[in-house]
């Protein structure tokens, strides 16, 4: 009978050691984030990159090899110059993971698009075009 019992009591032991360790680890492994999103993430980032590569390489690829580094160099500036320029005329003001409605007005000489407004979204606020005056209109959202 005592055998018996010396076992039961390490089997319990056991069990509450291992249900013990089981929610340590859960409790520290966090949440893992949505696969999808980071997929997507990862791809746009990709994409940006190869863009990026890509233009480099056309501009640079076919220069010498011994002017190629300075070159490379350049384009490296003028592309983070022009993609800081994108925001001309708003440059400053902009708050990250904040989603803008921005419009978009035909740019100057060799420019495509340029910034006419832009309008940070607020929670509980519906936007629509106005309907008697160009730009955008607001008004609260009613809680269903």
């Given at each position: 009978m005592r055998?018996?019992?010396v076992r039961v009591l390490a089997c319990l032991l056991?069990?509450?050691v291992a249900a013990g360790l089981y929610t340590l680890g859960r409790a520290s492994a966090g949440r893992h984030p949505d696969p999808k999103a980071e997929y997507a993430r990862g791809l746009d980032a990709g994409r940006a990159q190869g863009m990026r590569e890509?233009?480099?390489s056309q501009e640079v690829g076919a220069l010498a090899p011994g002017v190629r580094d300075g070159a490379?160099?350049?384009?490296?500036?003028?592309y983070k110059a022009g993609a800081n320029d994108v925001f001309t005329g708003y440059d400053g003001g902009w708050a990250y993971s904040t989603p803008y409605l921005v419009t978009l007005a035909r740019?100057?000489?060799?420019?495509?698009?340029?910034?006419?407004?832009?309008?940070p979204l607020r929670?509980?606020?519906?936007?629509?075009?106005?309907?008697?005056a160009p730009g955008w209109c607001e008004q609260p959202r009613v809680s269903r």
């Open positions: 055998r018996t019992t056991g069990l509450g890509g233009r480099e490379k160099a350049a384009f490296d500036d003028g740019g100057g000489t060799g420019i495509t698009y340029r910034f006419a407004s832009r309008t929670a509980g606020t519906g936007y629509f075009l106005c309907p008697h």
